[in-house]
């Protein structure tokens, strides 16, 4: 008989084997997927994971896509350390390349060094704010979290669509919705030329070493860490939860807001409905798939940034929907969370309890 | 057979991962035998227990019931074989009635008759001098009263054999000895009562045999009565271990504390509120407060520590009031606490212990401009197992790796090592072992001479009259007199533990009340 036994000490080889593990059976269970599909299943995959990588290009979009994830998990892996379940990095992302828009649109025909900041912070405390929102409801009100982060990012979707409908809307631009294009001065340098890469991807890996130093080095971090495994001992050390907390969510807000603004000064140099392809909600897999830690974000951000460029080149080489880049999506977070039950528990093989003698 | 053994375990052994909780251990229990089980936290006792009662199935070992060897199915076989057992954490529903609670441990049939039950509970409980009325709610009663539902639930079951876990944890001295009386009764009827504890006294009071065990293993078998209560703590604690520790009278100094008319009033349902508390603390004394769990202990250290924030002049350090100040305030002007739960907020489980030093320590320039110094949270926690003697792997093992004992050393090495002016410890020897339990004592003794005032929020009398300088007790939020424990009597504590005391007690009263 097989039993799951409660572990006597966390599995540390588990910690890091489970979201090898994950991908590994994502994997197969990709190939399944392609065969039930009538596809050859390697040419799938090769489709997914290689071919978009094949040329300097591909490895620039990598990045390209990284930049956003890797803000949006930074923030997202503070509060989640924390144990504060936001599942508000989309709705602070569309906030800040909302508001980066609007002053960007503002200044537009200013040119100077101080511009692109501007637009940058515009973004940052648009995002900030929007997730402070969530942050104050939780705090004053104790609403769950989960449920008004996840409804302010229907909000901020619906404002973002008012605002390239009506005010923000190209009067020029032959009744799409979209902004004008921004002035040069209000986009981001490039990091690569002759490719779409552009600094927002340092700003990603800043971030992500940012939060690594935060909770290895600072008090702040070590109280966010204490708050969230321990609600009592914080309380008993006398460690105040509600400024912890808020401040936990204006962070993620930040950065967040931070990867919105880069997105439409960066790649799209304007407000476009589509803005976001469900960073701010992959972001949540990459902070799990990287074990909250610094490096293991930044690889998990590269791997889920390939599963957008992946689905992309299969719908572009087999002819398959784009569902099928939230497809591997989520099948990854699902296996991660099966694995990780390996952390705490480990299978047991019982062998039935030998029978002692007879009745009384 | 002239006594007839009612139950026999022979090398019973369960082991869980990395340990060995029952060891090979052997156990008779004669027909109308009281037998204590001794033992310290983690000698394996509960885990005995489970097996007898069927909760767990041993690896190895045989269990003969009246003669006849058999493998339990469960808590309910037990049962009905005639196995009854009073955990020391009763599971009793406290919106039913003390009938409803009794019928549904019952089969249908004898449940469905209430009145007949009713009646058969008023029988049972006056029979065996336990005054109970089937028809009072459960919340109504005291903890005394419900132990007694639990007792009469098994008696009416016709348990031939009674186990009771550390019952007199939850008692005072006067319900003890009513407890002790129905017990001394139930064995002249025949029945075996397996009694658990590690207060010796009551057990040499008590009990007619006594099986010892240490570490898994049965390290000794005795008749209480005939052999010194130290020859038995010998036994429980092996030949090492000081058993206790000498503590000589100091006279104190300055008031340093002032607590006057402390009102809290608790939002948990099940706490309990602070009514007009008055008492004052000078350094240099250990001042010790008694009393049954859950009447206004924790809310009292809540009060004291700032976790709970209360009327700002109703409690004052060196004259300053600090009613108001948050813990981390009231840290930094000298106040450090020990709590009752030691993982889960004394110390935080799966952080280790270098992290759990910077918990509360992290005035004792660990951190600077928001950095923190880890080379001084390391060198502190190394000093704290220096000092205190924690026995752990590394300073980096997790805060649940180490034993009740060990890490509880740990917190009040922590505590004592910022130099309070007052630390409030709150049952700090509970369930520890008793090695760890002197070096804990010796450590706050040590406070009390360095000029620090201690506050001793504890259930173990024993303690509290062999530290405090002053002691009371603390009733349903409302506290005894303090007075010289020199002039207080153990009869006179437990009237007042029981709320036998005048209402809104005087803020000092330093002459015998007895």
């Known amino acids: 008989m097989l039993s799951l036994e409660r572990r006597a000490v966390d599995s540390r080889a588990m910690q890091w084997a489970s979201p090898l593990l994950a991908l590994v059976l994502t994997i197969i269970t990709g190939m399944g997927i392609f065969m039930a599909l ?200 006398g460690f105040p939860a509600k400024r912890l907390t808020l401040l936990a969510f204006i962070l993620a807000g930040g950065l967040a807001g931070l990867a919105g603004a880069s997105e439409v000064t960066g790649p799209l140099g304007q407000l476009v409905p589509q803005v976001s392809p469900g960073y701010g909600y992959t972001a949540i897999i990459v902070v799990f798939l990287g074990r909250m830690q610094a490096v293991g974000i930044v690889l998990a951000a590269a791997l889920l940034a390939l599963t957008f460029m992946g689905g992309e080149m299969l719908q572009i080489a087999m002819a398959l929907p784009k569902a099928i880049t939230g497809l591997f999506q989520g099948l990854l977070l699902f296996y991660l969370l099966t694995c990780d039950a390996f952390i705490h528990y480990r299978i047991r093989i019982r062998r039935a309890p030998k029978a002692v003698a007879g009745e009384a | 057979m002239a006594t007839a053994e009612r139950l026999k375990l022979e090398h019973i052994v369960k082991e869980y991962p990395g340990c060995r909780a029952n060891d090979g251990v052997q156990l008779t229990v004669n027909a109308g035998e009281i037998h204590a089980l001794l033992g310290e936290n983690g000698a394996g006792k509960s885990t005995l227990m489970k097996i007898i009662y069927g909760v767990i199935q041993p690896d190895a070992g045989s269990i003969t019931w009246n003669g006849h060897p058999l493998t339990l199915q469960g808590p309910a076989h037990a049962r009905e074989l005639g196995i009854g057992m009073v955990f020391q954490h009763f599971s009793l529903f406290e919106t039913l009635t003390v009938a409803e609670n009794i019928a549904l441990s019952l089969p249908a049939d004898q449940a469905r008759d209430r009145r007949k039950l009713e009646a058969r509970i008023s029988e049972v409980s006056e029979h065996y001098g336990m005054a109970l009325d089937p028809r009072r709610y459960v919340n109504t009663l005291s903890i005394g009263e419900r132990q007694r539902v639990e007792i009469v639930r098994c008696l009416i079951q016709e348990s031939s054999l009674l186990i009771l876990d550390e019952p007199t944890s939850v008692l005072t001295p006067q319900e003890v000895e009513t407890l002790f009386r129905t017990l001394r009764q139930l064995s002249h009827e025949g029945c075996s009562i397996l009694f658990i504890s590690h207060k010796l006294q009551e057990v040499r009071d008590l009990c007619h045999r006594a099986t010892v065990l240490r570490q898994g ?217 008793v090695g760890s339990a002197v070096a804990i004592h010796e450590a706050l003794v040590r406070l009390r001479d360095e000029g620090a005032a201690v506050l001793l929020i504890s259930e173990d009398l024993d303690e509290l009259f062999q530290l405090c300088g002053r002691m009371g007790a603390i009733c349903a939020g409302r506290l005894s007199p303090l007075v010289n424990t020199s002039d207080l009597t153990i009869e006179q504590l437990g009237q007042w533990m029981a709320g036998d005391f005048p209402s809104a007690a005087p803020s000092e009263v330093s002459h015998a009340v007895a």
Not at chain 2, 248 to 254: D, K, L, N, S
Not at chain 2, 369 to 381: F, I
Request: proline share 5%.
């Open chain 2, 217 to 433: 293993r049965v390290t000794g078998e005795c008749n209480p009565a005939e052999v010194s209560t130290d020859d038995i703590a010998r036994m429980m604690v092996g030949n090492e271990t000081p058993l206790s520790t000498r503590v000589e009278p100091r006279a104190p100094g300055e008031v340093l504390l002032d607590v006057s008319h402390l009102n809290y009033r608790t939002s948990d349902p099940f706490g309990t509120s602070l009514q007009d508390l008055c008492m004052s603390l000078r350094s240099g004394e250990i001042v010790g407060i008694a009393g049954v769990a859950g009447n206004g202990q924790d809310e009292l250290l809540r009060a004291l520590s700032g976790e709970a924030l209360v009327s700002n002049d109703s409690i004052a350090l060196s004259g300053v009031a600090i009613g108001q100040a948050k813990p981390s305030l009231r840290r930094r002007l000298g106040v450090a606490v020990v709590p009752e739960e030691r993982l889960g907020r004394g110390a935080v489980p799966s952080m280790s212990l270098v992290d759990n030093s910077l918990l509360t320590a992290y005035g004792e320039g660990m951190v600077s401009k928001g950095w923190v110094a880890l080379n001084k949270v390391r060198d502190y926690a190394s000093r704290i197992v220096d000092a205190f003697g924690v026995r752990t792997a590394s300073i980096d093992s997790h805060a649940t790796s180490l034993s009740g004992g060990n890490l509880q050393k740990f917190i009040i090495g922590r505590e004592a090592m910022q130099q309070p002016k007052l630390l409030v410890a709150s049952h700090p020897t509970w369930g520890v072992d």
């Open chain 1, 38 to 237: 009538g596809k050859d299943p390697v040419e799938g995959l090769t489709f997914f994971f290689l071919t978009p990588l094949s040329d300097k290009h591909g490895w620039a979009e990598l990045g390209l896509k990284m930049a956003p994830l890797l803000l949006c998990a930074a923030g997202l892996t503070i509060c989640y350390r924390a144990k504060l379940w936001n599942i508000g990095a989309e709705g602070h992302f569309l906030m800040g390349a909302l508001w980066a828009s609007v002053v960007a649109l503002q200044l537009g025909g200013q040119s100077g060094p101080w511009v692109l900041p501007l637009v940058l912070i515009a973004g940052m405390v648009a995002g900030a704010v929007w997730a402070l929102l969530a942050g104050l409801l939780k705090t004053q009100f104790h609403c769950n979290e989960i449920l008004t982060t996840i409804m302010l990012n229907y909000i901020a979707l619906n404002l973002l669509l008012y605002a390239v409908h009506g005010p923000l809307k190209d009067p020029y631009g032959f009744g799409f919705p979209q902004s004008e294009m921004f002035a040069a001065s209000a986009l981001l340098p490039k990091l690569i030329p002759e490719t779409r890469l552009h600094i927002g991807l340092l700003f990603g890996l800043l971030a992500a070493v940012a939060v690594g130093v935060l909770f290895a080095r600072t008090f702040i971090g070590f109280q966010l860490k204490v708050l969230g495994q321990d609600e009592r001992a914080a309380a008993f050390a």
